[in-house]
């Protein structure tokens, strides 16, 4: 893999953060953050307050437990929220991309030569997020629908069918992209927000001494004196914070300054005052009176509104993790981590609008049978948490050496930094890991069939390489023998593609032995991926002559592109290429693998789940977006 760095103008010419977004209106981008950004932590006041609350005999009887737990979810937010990621991964951007990969290729940069456990690291992180990924959708709208049982307990029983149907309805309208609805998904979230500040407002005013939790020795002193469920009470707390890795995670999309001013300006102050305003309400009313402190402080004809809206913004919560795995697998695939996989795009102006038939139906799949097996969000509240909490984790250990080889921190300020938020981020994961006989299990058991696919792909693609090489025709020893002795030429370019630089193409190989011919041009393609989300079009393309027949084209995307070779090759115009498609040939390889008999019961599933996930894969020509009636394919048999 290249490591080309791109600042400034992207594939397509347009700006990155420092360029574009500035020249984008402000305004717009920092309600398009409120909506895609902040859904998924600005749904978790619903559930988050109640989890904490649940949990007891005794862990919430008195007033100073409730100041005690409304402390922790205080700190929690400023301090892993505010602090860890709005102040420091929000700086670690790689060209302006976010993401747990992004951070892996940003990472790698600062080593000559990678060490295996960044990618190990990367591999994890992507797991654990599709981990992630089915339970949000889940615990979010049916946590919104159950605010239905307070308008009316007659409705309990169709909760758990109302969120399957909008469920399914709001997987099926993602092949038609998110472009339109995307537009009002800012607004409606704004509006969610103000409501939230409001009706957490009032009660406070009403209870304003409810703001001693802003004393963090009570939240300590909570944990010290009920050591027996203190573990339990932080993977509650944990629920208010959930939705932090999308701040990293859609960096690309908004920038750095519109999420901070989002967070600042609205999100953060609009979710201390619902807290806030839940614990007044708990505290003047009695917590033996309360079971949905969320929508039972909200006065009787705001409940319906409330209720209503609630569902909205947790579809608007859903859609933006939705719309992230399909950006994270796109990435997985282009670095390598993933099969090819068919990529739609469904937007003509925006690139990073983009529907993947398989992952939304596996995706779907596993939303509804979490919400059919749970059945509601207190249950499924037990299944959340391990996976972002694991994330996190990930994330503040490829932080730590971004800080240390990129930045330039003092050794001692890196350990400083990393003792402090692994205390933290580790006491999350824990707690939540305590939880994984309660319901944790589903979405560990999704992350780790995750990274067995990718880890399975990668070594699989290595020993493939390895063995192609050893059976390969070195390319400069070709080159050089049919230059001496031609065959018969015909006209036309001839365009072979392989992701080996020394070796002779397989497909050049069968042709020459098949055919008998040779073209009047002939291109050895090489396309790679380059650890900076996208390329300049200067950057993109380099030619190099062997002789009269032959030459070598390097493409080179950025691992946030959608690879189109016809659009690339055109580019060989400004180096004084001739490219005309019309009159161009490309020739693929097409391997029909076969498991080997090696021994060993490790080696032999790897093998099959391989052979497997290589003939599942996205055909090669649609995924270049070469046209059909320019491929010959040649197919060869290999075993592994």
Request: hydrophobic content about 50%; proline content about 4%.
């Amino acid at each position: 893999m290249t490591q080309t760095n791109t600042p400034g103008l992207s594939a397509g010419g347009e700006a990155s953060e420092t360029g574009g977004h500035a020249r984008t209106d402000l305004n717009v981008l920092i309600l398009g953050a409120l909506g895609v950004v902040y859904g998924d932590i600005g749904t978790s006041p619903i559930y988050a307050f109640r989890q904490a609350m649940s949990i007891r005999p005794g862990a919430a009887s008195h007033d100073s437990e409730i100041l005690g737990l409304l402390s922790l979810i205080v700190w929690a937010l400023t301090l892993t929220v505010t602090v860890k990621y709005i102040f420091f991964v929000t700086r670690a951007d790689n060209n302006g991309e976010g993401g747990t990969l992004s951070l892996v290729a940003l990472a790698r940069k600062t080593f000559t030569s990678a060490p295996a456990w960044i990618t190990g690291l990367g591999v994890l992180g992507a797991a654990l997020f599709f981990g992630d990924a089915i339970i949000t959708p889940a615990i979010s709208v049916l946590s919104a629908v159950e605010g239905l049982e307070l308008v009316a307990p007659s409705l309990t029983r169709f909760v758990v069918p109302i969120t399957l149907v909008i469920i399914v309805v709001l997987f099926f309208v993602q092949r038609f992209g998110t472009t339109k609805v995307s537009t009002v998904f800012g607004p409606i979230t704004a509006v969610w927000f103000l409501a939230l500040g409001i009706s957490g407002l009032v009660h406070i005013v009403a209870y304003p001494s409810v703001l001693a939790a802003l004393n963090p020795f009570l939240g300590v002193s909570f944990l010290a004196t009920h050591i027996g469920i203190a573990f339990v009470v932080v993977g509650a707390i944990f629920l208010a914070v959930t939705g932090a890795e999308a701040l990293y995670v859609d960096l690309g999309h908004f920038g750095r300054k519109p999420i901070v001013i989002a967070w600042f300006g609205m999100v953060f102050p609009c979710l201390l005052l619902n807290y806030f305003g839940q614990g007044a309400f708990v505290l003047s009313v009695g917590i033996e009176n309360v079971e949905s402190p969320f929508f039972e402080m909200v006065p009787e004809w705001a409940l319906v509104p409330m209720v209503g809206l609630a569902t909205a913004a947790t579809v608007i919560a859903s859609q933006a993790v939705i719309s992230g795995t399909y950006s994270l697998a796109q990435q997985a695939i282009a670095l390598n981590m993933l099969p090819r996989l068919e990529v739609m795009h469904t937007s003509e102006t925006q690139s990073g609008q983009i529907y993947m038939p398989q992952i939304n139906t596996m995706l779907m799949i596993g939303v509804l049978v979490l919400v059919v097996i749970f059945g509601s969000s207190g249950a499924l509240s037990n299944a959340y948490g391990i996976a972002v909490s694991g994330v996190m984790i990930v994330t503040l250990m490829l932080l730590l050496v971004v800080m240390w080889r990129a930045w330039k921190w003092h050794p001692l300020a890196v350990v400083a930094f990393g003792v402090v938020f692994a205390v933290i981020d580790a006491g999350f994961f824990a707690s939540n890991a305590s939880k994984l006989f309660q319901g944790g299990w589903m979405p560990a058991l999704v992350a780790a069939a995750a990274a067995i696919v990718m880890a399975t792909w990668i070594s699989g693609r290595q020993r493939l390489a390895d063995k192609t090489r050893r059976d390969e025709v070195p390319l400069q020893f070709l080159v050089e023998n049919l230059s001496k002795k031609k065959p018969t030429l015909v006209p036309g370019t001839a365009i072979f593609l392989t992701s080996d630089i020394e070796g002779a193409p397989t497909a050049l190989l069968h042709s020459l032995k098949h055919y008998k011919v040779l073209h009047e041009q002939n291109v050895i393609l090489t396309v790679k991926t380059s650890a900076s989300p996208r390329v300049n079009d200067d950057e993109k393309v380099r030619i190099e002559a062997y002789n009269e027949l032959f030459s070598r084209v390097v493409v080179t995307f950025g691992y946030m592109e959608t690879p189109n070779i016809p659009k690339a090759l055109a580019l060989g115009r400004k180096l004084g290429w001739k490219f005309d498609i019309m009159s161009t040939s490309f020739f693929l390889s097409r391997r029909s693998l076969k498991a080997g008999n090696k021994q060993g019961l490790l080696r032999f599933w790897q093998d099959r789940l391989y052979v497997r996930l290589a003939r599942n894969a996205s055909d090669a020509t649609e995924y270049f977006h070469i046209p059909t009636g320019r491929v010959v394919e040649i197919g060869t048999q290999l075993a592994l």
